[in-house]
């Protein structure tokens, strides 16, 4: 019975122990919204509907990975859809506001404009959203291409002086002049000296995400040599020798496209602003009747003030577009 009645004691004694020693369960707190950025504060408000609206953005993941920014998918499409509602709701308070207010339009028309407004600024705000990432990426992919040479024949001056793949890339990244490879050699360092990969896996990881197919065989190129214990410099200067022969045929054929951008800014911005210019004027001088909606006053202005200058800013970006910038 003594024995009995010590082992109960014992066992009542490691009970109290371990009912002690247990931590204490945590209250459960709701998560408070912080501010450091708007793509952070958008996900810890959006996070759940956008797991849901993932399904209906597959092509944009691919698309940041190409453009360089530095922001995760699931933030960018929180971003997206908080900033979409917040124009659309404010597209729906103006409009309203406006075209009854200033243009005397009935109330119930009104709120139709307002909610057509608010619709289509939600989706003018999804689709730019959306195409940044691609405008982005091919602009990325652009000045790649257009570095290509110089980049390839840096590389080969480096390789035959001796110097290591890694400090390459690290030469590429701190040079002065502003290069779009400086930011994907900073990313193959950042591989290698902060998540502890050789250089092979960090060449592989950037040849995923860059958007350039040349820049892409270039590197996977550079992989299959060190694989082969093959002559790098050897390779570079291949590689730099080819793309000589690509920007020559680029800039041939850019100075066709110049050519015909040029004729096509004599006849649309010059000559035809021209003849509407005094035909106008003439009508105007005689008094002679409207052209439509406009009277040719109004007409002569609006293609003086807003038609000539648009005209020219939109041939100005087209030319921008198309310009190598090497």
Not at 21 to 48: C, D, G, H, V, Y
Not at 245 to 273: C, N, Q, W
Not at 296 to 305: E, M
């Amino acid at each position: 019975m003594t024995d009995s009645k010590a082992v109960d004691n014992i066992k009542q004694l490691l009970e109290r122990l371990n009912t002690k020693l247990k931590p204490p369960i945590p209250k459960k707190t709701k998560a408070k919204l912080t501010f450091k950025n708007p793509q952070s504060f958008a996900f810890q408000l959006l996070r759940e509907k956008a797991d849901c609206a993932l399904p209906l953005f597959e092509g944009l993941d691919t698309s940041l990975q190409h453009s360089g920014l530095k922001i995760n998918f699931k933030a960018y499409l929180s971003l997206t859809m908080l900033m979409s509602t917040l124009v659309s709701v404010g597209s729906f308070a103006v409009v309203p506001c406006l075209t009854f207010a200033v243009f005397g339009v009935p109330l119930l028309a009104s709120i139709m404009f307002g909610i057509g407004g608010g619709l289509f600024a939600f989706a003018i705000s999804i689709i730019g959203f959306y195409a940044y990432p691609l405008y982005r990426a091919d602009k990325l992919k652009r000045e790649l291409d257009d570095e290509l040479l110089f980049t390839s024949g840096y590389m080969a001056i480096l390789t035959s002086a001796g110097v290591s793949p890694e400090k390459i890339f690290y030469s590429i990244s701190n040079l002065t002049v502003p290069l779009a490879v400086s930011g994907e050699a900073k990313d193959i360092v950042r591989d290698i000296s902060l998540f502890g990969r050789d250089i092979i896996s960090a060449l592989e990881e950037e040849s995923k995400r860059t958007p350039s197919e040349r820049f892409r065989e270039m590197l996977e190129g550079f992989i299959s040599t060190i694989h082969s214990g093959g002559n790098l410099a050897a390779y570079l200067r291949e590689k730099s020798r080819q793309y000589m022969k690509l920007k020559r045929i680029s800039l041939h054929k850019f100075s066709d496209t110049l050519a015909m951008l040029s004729e096509f800014y004599v006849a649309i911005l010059v000559t035809g602003p021209l003849m509407l210019v005094i035909m106008l004027a003439v009508m105007a001088m005689l008094g002679g009747g409207t052209s439509g909606l406009l009277d040719p006053g109004l007409s002569l202005n609006l293609l003086t003030y807003i038609g000539i200058p648009l005209g020219s800013i939109m041939f100005l970006i087209i030319l921008d577009v198309v310009s190598p910038k090497w």
